[in-house]
């Protein structure tokens, strides 16, 4: 079965629980545990189980006695561990009139003050009533759910655990808004994810506008489709044009620019200094799989032996779980380097001169701050990213081919040209203004 046929047998079921497609939250779990049958670490034998939204909710304890703003009219959600979601979100939150908004989150990794645990509102004994009912129901539809478990190679196990996970996050969010009454607007930065997801289907039930910003570039289909809210605010004509090729209504989609690139002002590449003995290289690592990562490092270390020149090696590792964090020290022994995991990304591109990488969306940011872009050929990836559309880098395929793009001058700024045309599709305006044109969207249709 495709991905597609996948997405739309998960988003066909009829299952429902307060209005909420229940089986439709479960779509990322599906997708992320398919055929999945070891866990590697306690972090992901946690999420197969969906026992991770209890865990948060433990430890949220000694944070969430904060009180939080009497009846906003405007809520942001943030409910994944991905700082480049996070500070979209928040960048945009700074339009807002700081006493008509609240955060709600998820995780205690990104807590601040202006925020507020969503499992403040949680109803444990409600929760646990719900699931008697609910497992009931499943009985009877249990074989419905067979070719679906079949499919992505789930237990029944797993899958109900999933289901019921949903229940206490629905009634979370049943709670939250029964003592906020006068919210008018939800602002996400996916509506795919089960919370975020969750939060659209209340909201839908009882006449609340919902916009999500879009939180990448949209590669994977699973992790963006089907788009459920009001409105969905695009980097691009290039993602704009995306969506609608894989069925998103035009009236649900809007390009704005995405917050994250208002504090890019591109004045064109740095002038690099050859002879210079600090030319700094940003190596991006994305979660390609971890044979693959590791050919690339491996091909990065033989670059540095083999190079004359000495160069300042930074290593961005991707925030996700499958970030691969034993492998530069495993790989680049005997090599200088730094290395970064959850810093935020836009910073490092501004003091490095050059960023290489394995095929990643990181690129596109390269792109936006005016650095010379190489990325690593493997034959293994099949997919084609934007930029690569738009002959925007530069293709290496082991540590001599990678020697000669960086060595050569002519090379290394050879697709500058290019840049100008692939900016204005993907990041539409770079003029600092997607925030305000997002925050304008938002007032005036509440």
Avoid at 122 to 129: A, E, G, Y
Avoid at 268 to 295: A, H, M, Q, T, Y
Avoid at 314 to 342: C, M, R
Wanted: glycine share 4%.
């Amino acid at each position: 079965m495709k991905v597609l046929e996948a997405i739309k047998l998960i988003n066909g079921f009829k299952l429902r629980f307060k209005g909420c497609n229940i089986i439709a939250l479960s779509q990322i779990f599906l997708f992320e545990f398919k055929d999945l049958k070891d866990q590697k670490s306690f972090s992901q034998y946690l999420k197969a189980y969906s026992f991770d939204n209890i865990i948060k909710y433990f430890i949220s304890f000694g944070l969430s006695k904060k009180k939080c703003l009497k009846n906003p009219s405007v809520i942001f959600v943030n409910d994944i561990y991905n700082f480049s979601m996070i500070s979209n979100s928040r960048i945009l939150q700074q339009e807002f009139n700081s006493k008509i908004i609240q955060e709600i989150i998820c995780d205690k990794r990104i807590y601040n003050n202006n925020a507020v645990f969503l499992y403040k509102y949680s109803r444990l004994f409600k929760t646990l009533f719900d699931v008697f009912k609910m497992s009931v129901k499943l009985v009877s539809f249990s074989h419905k759910l067979n070719n679906l478990r079949q499919y992505f190679g789930i237990s029944k196990l797993k899958l109900w655990l999933n289901i019921f996970d949903s229940i206490f996050i629905i009634n979370c969010i049943e709670c939250f808004f029964d003592n906020n009454k006068n919210v008018r607007s939800v602002v996400l930065n996916s509506d795919v994810h089960k919370i975020s997801r969750a939060f659209v289907f209340y909201c839908k039930e009882r006449n609340i506008k919902t916009y999500v910003l879009q939180h990448g570039a949209p590669v994977g289909h699973f992790g963006y489709l089907p788009v459920y809210t009001d409105k969905m605010f695009n980097w691009g004509s290039y993602s704009y044009d995306w969506f609608v090729k894989n069925n998103t209504p035009r009236e649900k989609l809007i390009i704005t620019g995405t917050p994250k690139t208002d504090d890019i002002n591109s004045i064109g590449l740095k002038e690099i200094d050859f002879s210079s003995d600090s030319i700094s290289l940003l190596v991006v690592l994305n979660p390609i799989g971890e044979d693959l990562c590791r050919v690339f490092l491996r091909t990065i270390k033989e670059f540095l032996q083999i190079s004359n020149k000495k160069y300042e090696l930074v290593i961005k590792l991707h925030p996700s779980s499958k970030s691969y964090k034993n492998l530069p020290a495993e790989i680049l022994d005997g090599v200088n380097y730094k290395l970064f995991h959850l810093e935020d990304l836009h910073s490092l591109i501004k003091v490095s001169d050059i960023l290489i990488s394995t095929p990643s969306t990181a690129g596109s940011e390269a792109i936006a701050h005016y650095k010379p872009l190489l990325t690593m050929h493997f034959e293994e990836i099949k997919y084609t990213l934007a930029y690569e559309s738009y002959d925007c880098n530069i293709k290496f395929y082991d540590a001599e081919s990678l020697l000669s793009c960086l060595e050569d001058e002519q090379q290394l700024t050879s697709k500058l040209i290019n840049y100008d045309g692939f900016l204005k599709d993907y990041f539409y305006k770079l003029d600092g203004e997607s925030s305000s044109r997002i925050w304008n969207f938002i007032v005036n249709n509440q």
